[in-house]
């Protein structure tokens, strides 16, 4: 059975600091693609940064290009999202996501992933 469980959402004044974590199980982490996605109240879900595991390449949004990092420890099958300098409209819901098929080298899309963890709230204060 896969699991991917998020942790580390919260709230946090602009300009602060949250690291996410996905500890993923029941599927083959090493040659998985894993995302993290937001989705904030009224918008689409959108995907925020996405890694291979197999090689460590990586994509992001634009509106977090130099602000957010996603990386991997493979001794943990944990996935982690590092977001600094957070700002309010960063505020959403974020999700874990994974899948084993091939998804590069196209952006990613929801479509893409197979399975979905249940959210962390991260909450940003102006």
């Known amino acids: 059975q896969v699991q991917l469980v998020e942790s580390g959402g919260g709230s946090v004044q602009a300009g602060g600091s949250l690291r996410l974590s996905c500890v993923a199980s029941g599927y083959t982490y090493s040659s998985a693609y894993m995302g993290w996605f937001r989705q904030a109240p009224g918008k689409e879900r959108e995907a925020v940064a996405a890694i291979y595991i197999s090689d460590g390449s990586t994509v992001y949004a634009d509106s977090v290009k130099g602000r957010f990092t996603i990386s991997q420890d493979n001794a943990k099958n944990t996935v982690h999202l590092q977001m600094d300098s957070l700002k309010p409209e960063d505020t959403a819901m974020y999700y874990c996501?994974?899948?084993?098929?091939?998804?590069?080298?196209?952006?990613?899309?929801?479509?893409?992933?197979?399975?979905w963890g249940q959210g962390t709230q991260v909450t940003v204060s102006s």
């Open positions: 996501a994974a899948t084993t098929d091939s998804i590069w080298p196209g952006y990613p899309q929801t479509t893409d992933f197979r399975y």
